[in-house]
């Protein structure tokens, strides 16, 4: 079985421009959960989809939005990027709630 | 107060020892998470604890959920080990995870 997939892996933006990025979940999997990891807040929890629908969200500003497909496919939207931005974006997927497999993120740079 | 704290932050052996982290939450959990990533980023699930105790290979994971604490055990620790170990606890019926900051483990030969 193929891995969770998130593209593109590397990114350069600058301030105000927007970003989307993608993720691919292992087949099957219904839940699609966002993290974003920064050397100084660590490990921060974005939002979650299942089956389409969020499930839950995070202490992030209304710029951090995120859809799911029916395919359960996933992306996340970035607006007006700022430079406390960069940071390496993750995904996991899941089948419910259980463990998760984390893709291999998608690193962003905002200058 | 972070809801999650690991110890120690860092940490480094000889091949061959036997190794502990520990972490302890303050809230209300489902389950308990250990992560282990490598340098670059990639973020491989070891271990989901909601009760007692479980192995795999060298790695073994405890949880008391009395006493809010969790511990990862590395035995005969091997310098692939060398890696950040992260403890993550998920409340409800989400997905979502709350990190601890992890711990640096370096195993020299």
């Known amino acids: 079985k193929a891995g969770v997939t998130q593209t593109p892996r590397y990114l350069i933006k600058t301030r105000g421009q927007q970003v989307t990025l993608s993720c691919s979940p292992i087949s099957g999997h219904r839940s699609v959960s966002w993290y974003q990891q920064t050397p100084g807040q660590g490990l921060q929890f974005l939002f979650e989809?299942?089956?389409?629908?969020?499930?839950n969200k995070g202490n992030f500003p209304g710029r951090f939005s995120g859809r799911q497909f029916s395919n359960s496919r996933s992306e996340m939207n970035v607006s007006t990027l700022e430079l406390g931005d960069s940071a390496l974006y993750l995904c996991?997927?899941?089948?419910?709630?259980?463990?998760?497999?984390f893709g291999p993120g998608t690193r962003l740079t905002v200058l | 107060k972070n809801e999650v704290e690991q110890s120690p932050q860092n940490l480094t052996a000889q091949e061959g020892e036997f190794i502990t982290i520990n972490c302890s939450y303050s809230?209300?959990?489902?389950?308990l998470h250990w992560l282990q990533q490598h340098p670059g980023g990639g973020i491989v699930s070891l271990f989901m604890l909601s009760s007692g105790k479980k192995k795999h290979g060298r790695l073994i994971a405890t949880i008391n959920i009395q006493e809010k604490h969790s511990s990862l055990h590395i035995t005969a620790s091997h310098p692939r080990d060398s890696a950040v170990y992260i403890c993550?606890?998920?409340?409800?019926?989400?997905?979502?995870?709350?990190f601890g900051t992890g711990t640096l483990l370096a195993v020299q030969p």
């Open positions: 809230v209300g959990i489902s389950a």
């Open positions: 996991a997927s899941s089948l419910t709630t259980d463990t998760q497999y």
């Open positions: 989809y299942f089956s389409e629908t969020q499930r």
């Open positions: 993550a606890i998920r409340q409800g019926a989400t997905n979502k995870l709350i």
